[in-house]
C-alpha cells in the first residue's frame, strides 16, 4: 500500500498551473482528492477542465473562495494532508492591485491555517516562491538567504510564508513550506514567460516582445516541482522546513528566447517592450536555487532537464495554441 492510498487531501488553487499537475498526479497515487475551485458562474474548473476523463471523474471539487474563512473550514473538514497552492500570482498586476494580493494571500493563508489548525489536519504544505529573496545577494540561493520584496506580489508572498511559520512556532501545526522556483510545462498560462516566448514564435508574425532580457532564472519542470510537493508531505523531516525546490541553473530571458527559436525553427526576431518592463528597482536580476537541503533531506533532485522540458511544453502549445492570447501581453 503506498503513502496517498486512501489519503484524503485537499489542494486549493487546483485549477491552476502546477495545482492541476499535482491534482493529476495525486488521483494517480490512489488519493481521495478534494480540489479547491474559486467560484464562478460558469462552473470552470480552470486547468483541471483538461486532464483525462478518466482523471476527472477520480476528483471531488468544492468551489469556494480562500478569502471566506467559512467555505474553508467546511472544505477542511475530515482532510488528512492540505497542499496550499491558492495565491494570486501575476507580478504586474500586483502594480495594480496591491489590496488583492494581500486579501488573497495573506488574509486567504491565515484562513487555510487557522482551518488546518482547529480541524487538526495533520500536514499542511504552504507553497511559497522564489521571488521573496529578490535580487540575489548570492547564489545558488539557499533558504538562508535574506528576503525581500521587490514587488507587492513579493511582499504579500512573504507575508503568507510568516504567517505560515508562525502558525508552526505557535501551535505546533504539522507546516512545512516549499518554496519552488520558476516552473514551466504543459498548461501554463500564457502569462508566463516560457509560454509568452513560444506563443509568439509559433505565431508566425516573425516578432517575439519581451521586457528585460538580462535576469536571469532557474526554471524547472513542473512534473519536478510537483514530485518536490509529493516528498515533502511524505517526510516528517520536512515539518517546520522552508524547502527550495529548482533546477539549480540559470539562464538570462534572452539566452532562453534565443533557444526556443532555434527549436521551434522559425526566422523571429526579439523587440523589447516598455510594457513589459519592470519599474527598476522592483526588477530581480537573478534568481538560482541551491537545492541541496532538499537533495539531503527528501532524496529530491530534478529529473528532467530544460531542453526536455521545453520540448514537451513546445508540442502541447502548438496543439493548444489557439486557447493562448499571443498578440497581447498577458498581465
Known amino acids: 500500500m503506498s503513502f496517498w492510498q486512501n489519503k484524503k487531501v485537499l489542494v486549493t488553487g487546483a485549477g491552476g498551473f502546477i495545482g492541476s499537475h499535482l491534482v493529476e498526479e495525486l488521483v494517480m497515487c490512489d488519493a481521495n482528492v478534494l480540489a479547491f475551485i474559486k467560484y464562478n458562474s460558469r462552473n470552470d474548473w480552470g486547468n483541471l477542465e483538461l486532464l483525462d476523463k478518466s482523471i476527472r471523474e477520480n476528483i471531488e471539487i468544492f468551489t469556494a473562495d480562500i478569502q471566506d474563512g467559512y467555505a474553508v473550514k467546511k472544505a477542511m473538514k475530515k482532510r488528512d494532508i492540505v497542499f496550499h497552492l491558492a495565491a494570486l500570482i501575476g507580478i504586474p498586476y500586483s502594480y495594480v492591485a496591491p489590496l488583492h494580493y494581500i486579501n488573497t494571500n495573506i488574509n486567504g493563508t491565515l484562513n487555510i491555517l487557522e482551518a488546518c489548525l482547529t480541524?487538526?489536519?495533520?500536514?499542511?504544505?504552504?507553497?511559497?516562491?522564489s521571488e521573496v529573496y529578490?535580487?540575489?545577494?548570492?547564489?545558488?540561493?539557499?533558504?538562508?538567504?535574506?528576503?525581500?520584496?521587490?514587488?507587492?506580489?513579493?511582499?504579500?508572498?512573504?507575508?503568507?510564508?510568516?504567517?505560515?511559520?508562525?502558525?508552526?512556532?505557535?501551535?505546533d501545526s504539522p507546516i512545512s513550506i516549499i518554496r519552488p522556483f520558476n516552473t514551466f510545462g504543459p498548461r501554463q498560462s500564457g502569462r508566463a514567460i516560457i509560454p509568452t516566448?513560444?506563443?509568439?514564435?509559433?505565431?508566425?508574425?516573425?516578432?517575439?516582445?519581451?521586457?528585460?532580457?538580462?535576469?536571469?532564472?532557474?526554471?524547472?519542470?513542473?512534473?519536478?516541482?510537483?514530485?518536490?510537493?509529493?516528498?515533502i508531505a511524505e517526510s516528517k523531516k520536512s515539518i517546520g522546513q522552508i524547502i527550495n525546490i529548482g533546477s539549480g541553473e540559470g539562464i538570462s530571458i534572452g539566452e532562453l528566447a534565443n533557444t526556443i527559436v532555434k527549436m521551434i525553427g522559425n526566422q523571429t526576431q526579439i523587440e523589447m517592450d516598455e510594457e513589459r518592463i519592470r519599474p527598476q528597482k522592483s526588477e530581480?536580476?537573478?534568481?538560482?536555487?541551491?537545492?541541496?537541503?532538499?537533495?539531503?533531506?527528501?532524496?529530491?533532485?530534478?529529473?528532467?532537464?530544460?531542453?526536455?522540458?521545453?520540448?514537451?511544453?513546445?508540442?502541447y502549445i502548438k496543439i493548444n495554441l489557439s486557447k493562448y492570447k499571443a498578440d497581447i501581453y498577458n498581465v
Open 197 to 231: 516566448i513560444i506563443t509568439q514564435a509559433l505565431s508566425g508574425t516573425g516578432k517575439i516582445k519581451l521586457g528585460r532580457v538580462d535576469p536571469i532564472r532557474d526554471f524547472l519542470y513542473v512534473r519536478d516541482t510537483v514530485k518536490g510537493f509529493l516528498a
Open 284 to 315: 530581480v536580476f537573478e534568481l538560482v536555487c541551491d537545492y541541496r537541503k532538499a537533495k539531503e533531506m527528501l532524496n529530491w533532485g530534478p529529473k528532467v532537464n530544460l531542453k526536455e522540458g521545453l520540448e514537451k511544453t513546445i508540442q
Open 119 to 129: 480541524e487538526n489536519v495533520s500536514r499542511v504544505i504552504h507553497t511559497s516562491t
Open 134 to 171: 529578490g535580487t540575489a545577494i548570492y547564489t545558488p540561493i539557499d533558504e538562508n538567504h535574506p528576503q525581500r520584496g521587490q514587488s507587492p506580489y513579493a511582499a504579500s508572498k512573504i507575508g503568507s510564508d510568516k504567517l505560515a511559520e508562525s502558525y508552526y512556532l505557535s501551535y
